[in-house]
């Protein structure tokens, strides 16, 4: 929005600046990605067989703490005949295998650049080496199993580790974000207000009035209720049909089905593209400002022996989409599964003076390592006179992030005067959380 890229051009430096040093040394890396491949959400009339060869596998130590670590692992299975939302053997959201094929190229990636080339991290995984957080879904848990195999394959890992995995419970976790149909926010009441203003706004709904039409159609052919015709929703179950190859539904025409995933893509970008700059300023503080204070507090971590080097996210679009919000990308599409976004400190041995590259990959999937992921270099709107003379860089408009295919580094005050103004001071306070509250920030 305008406010903001005023509010970023009154960020940049003054003064005369320089470039990274070249002899940075890589000292922490965090890493937010977003789920692989899955199901839909949700079933509708004419729903495709969905088969899943991949089911989730759960040992006794993920139930209750045990002296000694017990050999059996337990499967879940879906019976084809049970009463659920989806037809076949998957439940409502589950990774599939080409999900998993997707997190372990991008984990094969990942080894590549911080095993082989940088030697950032041993051969062989050291967990003590490693951190990682996770959404309570299935789904991101999964990914980050099929992320290490690609990482670190079995056959680097001669012992079995135990890798823990820091979860919250679902409505007191800043993982996922709430949508355009929320009807409440455990975790901060106060974006109920926010979402209750957005769906108020006129562009909001002139843009639903134009496809009313178009909505009853879809309905009576679905045979849908008004509850049950989200866009949103609808346009989710589309695009992972077309993901994993199944059919669309045959009563619908090829305009209804396209008209649909552009509303889905609308109402998902919404908040996070909404031109109205206060709205827009507050969800983002409001659902992604305490974790990108997260980020920068571990950006501040001086490494050290037993302490981990390496930080992962298993996330959603809304937290991918959050987070590239907040860091001035303003003109992104729906990312897609597997999308990830990196934070990387550097360090100048002499100085010990820190320096931010981030790298965010938003391409579609192909599976050959040769061809993705394809990340780019994100440089933040005050980042950008600090980019090495030479480098190429995107266009964009003033206060808006540029991109780059070349390595951009930042010097992490510059990056923290910038974050800053999206981290809450007291998240408690602005969500509206009330002393009693089971806030797990408190």
């Known amino acids: 929005s305008q406010g903001m890229a005023r509010l970023a051009l009154l960020l940049l430096p003054l003064v ?97 650049r911080y095993v082989d080339t940088l030697k950032f991290l041993p051969p062989q995984l050291d967990p003590a080496q490693m951190w990682f957080r996770s959404s309570d879904a299935p789904r991101t848990l999964a990914s980050i199993d099929a992320n290490m195999r690609g990482f670190y394959p079995i056959s680097s890992t001669p012992v079995r580790p135990i890798l823990d995995v820091e979860v919250r419970e679902w409505d007191f976790d800043d993982i996922p974000a709430p949508d355009v149909y929320s009807t409440s926010v455990p975790n901060c009441p106060a974006l109920m207000g926010v979402i209750t203003k957005m769906r108020q706004n006129q562009d909001f709904i002139r843009q639903h009035q134009a496809v009313a039409d178009v909505r009853a159609s879809i309905m009576a052919k679905m045979n849908l209720t008004d509850d049950q015709m989200g866009w949103l929703w609808v346009g989710d179950n589309f695009i992972m049909r077309k993901l994993h190859g199944l059919p669309m539904p045959t009563q619908l025409t090829a305009q209804e089905v396209a008209t649909t995933v552009s509303m889905a893509g609308y109402e998902f970008l919404y908040p996070y593209q909404n031109q109205n700059a206060d709205q827009q300023r507050a969800w983002l503080t409001l659902t992604y400002g305490a974790m990108m204070g997260d980020i920068y507090k571990r ?22 989409a959050g987070l590239i919000s907040i860091l001035g990308d303003t003109g992104y599409p729906w990312m897609p599964v597997a999308s990830f976004l990196v934070f990387e400190v550097w360090r100048d041995p002499a100085t010990t003076d820190p320096w931010v590259s981030i790298i965010y990959s938003n391409s579609t999937y192909v599976p050959s390592p040769d061809m993705w992921p394809r990340p780019q270099w994100m440089v933040i709107p005050p980042c950008v006179p600090y980019v090495a003379r030479g480098v190429p860089l995107t ?26 103004m999206w ?11 009330t002393a009693a509250s089971n806030d797990w920030r408190r």
């Open 395 to 420: 266009e964009a408009n003033p206060g808006a992030a540029r991109f780059s295919s070349q390595p951009t580094f930042c010097p992490l005050t510059v990056f923290a005067q910038y974050a800053q």
């Open 299 to 320: 950006m501040l971590i001086t490494p050290s022996a037993g302490t981990p080097r390496y930080y992962a996210y298993s996330a959603h679009d809304t937290t991918i």
């Open 16 to 112: 005369l600046v320089s470039c990274a040093p070249d002899n940075l040394q890589l000292t922490s890396v965090q890493v937010v990605h977003r789920h692989g491949a899955r199901t839909a959400l949700h079933g509708y009339t004419d729903e495709p067989v969905w088969n899943c060869d991949i089911t989730p596998l759960v040992g006794l130590t993920d139930l209750v703490q045990t002296k000694d670590t017990s050999p059996r692992i337990y499967r879940k299975k879906y019976p084809t005949d049970m009463s659920k939302n989806l037809p076949g053997n998957c439940m409502a959201g589950q990774l599939t295998s080409l999900g998993a094929a997707m997190h372990e190229q991008m984990g094969s990636f990942f080894r590549r």
């Open 423 to 433: 981290i809450p001071k007291d998240r408690r306070q602005v969500c509206g959380l």
